[in-house]
Structures are given as structure tokens and as C-alpha cells.
């Protein structure tokens, strides 16, 4: 997602994750360990918005370690936030954030606490930050008390349009084919009481239903299991055990020659497609049924193809480790998490028309 930070706004492009909560960017003077980004780096001192926030600020992530204490002088907060791909560390400040592209749909938000980043891991998919989405205070749903948010993710080979990110009321769904389930409650410890989970009871491929335990993705009371919806997240990942079954019965429909991608792609069923250019073989639809809803993917949301090779685009996760549904499932899927309702809703959508 694009947006800007300071004032005069600096514009930067920030990976949109529902699977976090902090907001952050890399901030100038950056030291030696900072990843190249396509954007100029925000510097705080060229800002007449920025304030360090306080570590007593009860959006500080140092107020825990307080407890209840009075900071010392000048207290700033220092964070190292890991993620499942890389890592991030700097200060914590307050700043303007300026949402929108043209100039007459702009908002600006004073106040917005946000992480200044001086060291990160340097593997950032072309973004200069990213935006907690998340379930937690820090995230930018709940710093601007949003309530709800959507996006519809144009298709991934799709290079030419742009998805859509709509934040508060002006997120909506309604109309024919919406289908709605109710979020899982997440578990009081961290990181998982930021996720979004979901039930999901079961997964055919077709008019074929797998034979996967109904518990497959159960939550455990210890926080293990679990499926989370995750927008930061490219690749679906299926507890061992579903996975196999899903596996099995792709392999079963496709003739091709069957090979291991896992070097190439990280994806470990793929096939040869007789050339480079050749068209991959018809497929039927996937559907996912969650409490109450069914999600319909068609091939092109679970297969991918690239090179001459056609792969299932999900990954084996170890059983009793979180499952995942990730974004290249959700896309041409206008998706609306609605965080006062406790819902996920979903209708399928031609996204780079919305």
C-alpha cells in the first residue's frame, strides 16, 4: 500500500499485513544495516510532526516493562520485531500519516504511532516499511478506531492494476455471493492474539470432498493450530496432514509429469508443461468451507505457473503449527474484516475493476 509519513508527507510503498500490528519504515540516518528501498527515507528531522513517543504512551511497547513505574527522562522506546520472514528494529515516534493518492480524497491523521526503523533484515519484497493490519492497539485498523476494513487483490500474474484497500465505512460488502463467518477468538498472548483466525472444517477439490479430520485447524487452548487469514503472507499453509490430502488429489487429476519444485520454487508439487508457453491443463474449482461459508477458488488461486512449470501453490506446515491462508488465495476476492462484528466476509470479484 502507498502512503505518506511527516510533514511535508513523504510517500513510501509499505507491505500491507494483516498478520502484525506494528507500522514502520526505515528512517534516515539509516546505519549500515538498512535494505534498499525505492523510496527516499523518511527523515524525522526534516519533519515539524515528529515527536518521539513516550515510553508511558499506552502505545508504547516498552510500557509493559514500566509497570506502572515513571519513566526515566527522556525515556525512548527501543523495539526488535521479528516476523516470520525477517526482522526489524529502531525507535518508536508519533507522527502525521497522510492517506490517499489524489489530493482531493487525502487524509491526514495527526498522532499515528509508527516504528522509525535504523536496522532491518533486507528482505522486503520492494516495499520501504510495512503496515500492522492486525487485531493489536498498535496496528493502523485500530489507531484510527476503523472498525472495518476490505481489499480485493487483483490477480498476481496481473502487473498493470491496482488492488484496493478500503479502511472504516466505506468498506462494505453486500449484494449476491457474499458469504460471511464468524473470527475464531484469538488466544491472549502475543504474537497470536494479533491474528485473524478462522474455522475451517474441511477443503474439496471439485465436487470431492477430502478426507481430512474435522480438527484439522482446530485452535488449541495451548495457542497452537489454528488457521490465521494473513495478507503478508504469499503462499497458503496447510497443516501436514490436510496438506497431503489436498496433495494427493491434485496429483490424481493431473497426466503431466510430476516434479519436485521445492529448490526452484519452495513449492514441492509441480509438473512439467510440454513448453515454456503452453497453457496449463483444465482444473476444477478448490472450495474451502469455512463455519458457515464456502470460499471457491478457482485453478488460478491455487495453481501458479512460471517457467514451464505448473506447481500447487501451498506448502505443508508440521501438525500442530499454524496454518495459513495467504494472499495468492485471496486474490480477485473482495475480502471485508469486519473487527466490531467478529467476521470475515468474502465475495468473488474482478478486482483491477473495482
Known amino acids: 500500500m502507498s502512503l505518506a509519513i511527516g510533514t511535508p508527507p513523504v510517500a513510501y510503498p509499505a507491505i500491507a499485513d494483516t498478520g502484525s500490528d506494528l507500522i514502520w519504515t526505515q528512517c534516515a540516518p539509516c546505519g549500515g544495516q538498512c535494505f534498499r528501498q525505492p523510496a527516499p527515507l523518511y527523515n524525522p528531522a526534516s519533519s515539524t510532526t515528529f515527536s518521539v513517543l513516550p515510553c508511558n504512551s499506552s502505545l508504547s511497547m516498552c510500557v509493559g516493562a514500566l509497570a506502572g513505574a515513571a519513566p526515566p527522562p527522556g525515556c525512548a522506546c527501543m523495539y526488535n520485531q521479528t516476523y516470520g520472514t525477517g526482522w526489524t528494529a529502531g525507535i518508536q515516534g508519533s507522527e502525521t500519516f497522510t492517506f490517499g493518492a489524489a489530493a482531493a480524497d487525502q487524509a491526514r491523521v495527526p498522532g499515528i504511532a509508527f516504528g522509525c526503523s535504523n536496522a532491518s533484515s533486507d528482505d522486503w519484497n520492494g516495499s520501504a516499511g510495512l503496515v500492522g493490519l492486525g487485531r493489536g492497539a498498535l496496528s493502523l485498523v485500530s489507531q484510527l478506531g476503523a472498525g472495518r476494513f476490505s481489499y480485493c487483490l487483483t490477480p498476481f500474474q496481473d502487473t498493470n492494476s491496482t488492488s484496493t484497500l478500503l479502511l472504516g465505512p466505506s ?184
Open 171 to 354: 468498506a462494505s460488502l453486500d449484494g449476491t455471493g457474499v458469504r460471511s463467518t464468524p473470527f475464531v477468538a484469538s488466544p491472549g498472548k502475543a504474537p497470536m492474539s494479533t491474528y485473524y483466525y478462522l474455522n475451517l472444517t474441511g477443503i474439496s477439490l471439485g465436487t470431492t470432498a477430502l478426507p481430512i479430520s474435522p480438527n484439522a485447524f482446530s485452535l488449541n487452548a495451548d495457542g497452537s493450530g489454528g488457521l490465521i487469514i494473513d495478507s503478508g503472507t504469499t503462499i497458503t499453509s496447510l497443516a501436514n496432514a490436510a496438506y497431503q490430502q489436498v496433495r494427493a488429489a491434485v496429483k490424481s487429476l493431473v497426466t503431466l509429469p510430476a516434479i519436485d519444485g521445492s529448490d526452484s520454487t519452495g513449492l514441492d508439487l509441480c509438473f512439467a508443461l510440454p513448453s515454456p508457453t503452453s497453457a496449463p491443463p483444465t482444473m476444477p474449482s478448490m472450495t474451502l468451507h469455512f463455519d458457515g461459508a464456502d470460499m471457491v477458488l478457482p485453478a488460478e488461486s491455487y495453481m501458479i505457473s512460471g517457467s514451464g512449470v505448473w506447481c500447487l501453490a501451498m506448502r505443508n506446515q508440521m501438525d500442530g503449527a499454524m496454518s495459513t491462508l495467504g494472499n495468492y488465495q485471496q486474490q480477485n476476492m473482495h475480502i471485508l474484516y469486519d473487527v466490531r462484528k467478529e467476521t470475515l466476509s468474502f465475495a468473488p470479484a474482478k478486482c483491477s475493476t473495482l
